[in-house]
């Protein structure tokens, strides 16, 4: 579970901070179609998180009231952070709010500001339904759960990926109907929220989980998997892709690419894999990760903070666009990030905002 965390938050750090020029509408060149292509895999970093929290959650019994008590201060901590962030930021970027401004920018959690925030917001809705979830996955019958997420898939995965087959044939037949995704089964669409597409990364991480924990899955090989992760990679990059030519501005295969089926065989593909790791051979590396798994929320809250304060400054050199620099430079934001969470926790009051 600690490798998972330090996969996704590193992919989560990589992709809110680079320079990596991704205009493949401008400028289709070879690096640019790499670092495009690069880049998409961050799609799997907010999923990821989705699973572990499935994994760690369906598979234990919980106390009703302090679930409760845990959603209330989910929701505490994630105002409290839009407020700091906001304020925190207006001196590295330079923004100026009056006082009606600033409440605007909280109520709509501002985009390139605080808008990052909305896996928390996103994370209170699970919990909410959470209790009935955990109800049916319970269940020695398990039809009640295959009906529940097989209808969910149905309802966000598929329809998405109905939205994907419209879109690439409105590419082919050079005509652009529905831009991006269309709600294909209209009112009947329980699910029909932004929110909807990890409730299936949610039960997916609890159930894999539990057959990896018992040994009833049966893997594949790491190189067949890397093969499917990477395959799932370039559809999502062509996908992304047409979708730029289509639309005429560059299609995000990260933030719109959460409900693809591409993205969920890459993250399901990085959750099994993460799974042949065997803590002990490297003691160093096993603590490094605990410490940065145990530490990934307050990582999300200030790296967007670090990030913003040291970007400019990482632009400024002459290998900024390169593919690995900005791979190494996710890395720094991250580690930065854990070292003023770890100063910030030792604060006693100020420990309190990266506690639930």
Known sequence: MDLIKVVAIYLVCFYHFNDLPTDVLTNPSFFTYLNYGVKGIASAGVPLFFMVNGALMLNKSYNLRKHIHKII??????????????AILIPINGDSYTAVQFAK??????????????????LVCLYILFPLIKEIYDKDDKGPLYFFFGTAFLLTFGNVLLSNIANTAEWVMKVNYLEKNYNFFNNFNVFNGFFAFSIVYFILGGWLQAKLQDNRFR?????????????????????????????GEVFDTVFDG????????????????????KQGKSPRLSKGMEVIGSNTLGIYFIHVIVGWFTLPYYKLLPFSTNLLANLIYGAAVL?????????????????????L
């Not at 989910?74 to 962030?85: A, F, K, N, P, Y």
């Not at 909280?106 to 808008?115: A, G, S």
């Not at 580690?335 to 506690?355: D, E």
């Open 73 to 86: 201060m989910i929701c505490i901590l994630t105002v409290v952070w839009g407020i700091l962030t906001l």
């Open 105 to 122: 920018a909280l109520l709509e959690w501002k985009m390139f500001r605080i808008n990052h925030l909305w896996f928390l917001q996103t």
């Open 219 to 247: 893997r594949p090989s790491s190189p067949v998997l890397t093969g499917i992760i990477l395959t799932a990679l370039i559809v999502l990059l062509g996908y992304g892709i047409i979708m730029s030519q289509s639309n």
């Open 258 to 277: 959460y409900d693809t089926v591409m993205t969920l065989i890459v993250t399901a593909g990085l959750f099994i894999l993460s799974s042949r790791y």
């Open 335 to 355: 580690i930065l990030s854990l070292g003023v969470v770890l100063l910030l926790k030792k604060i006693p009051v100020v420990k309190l905002l990266f506690r």
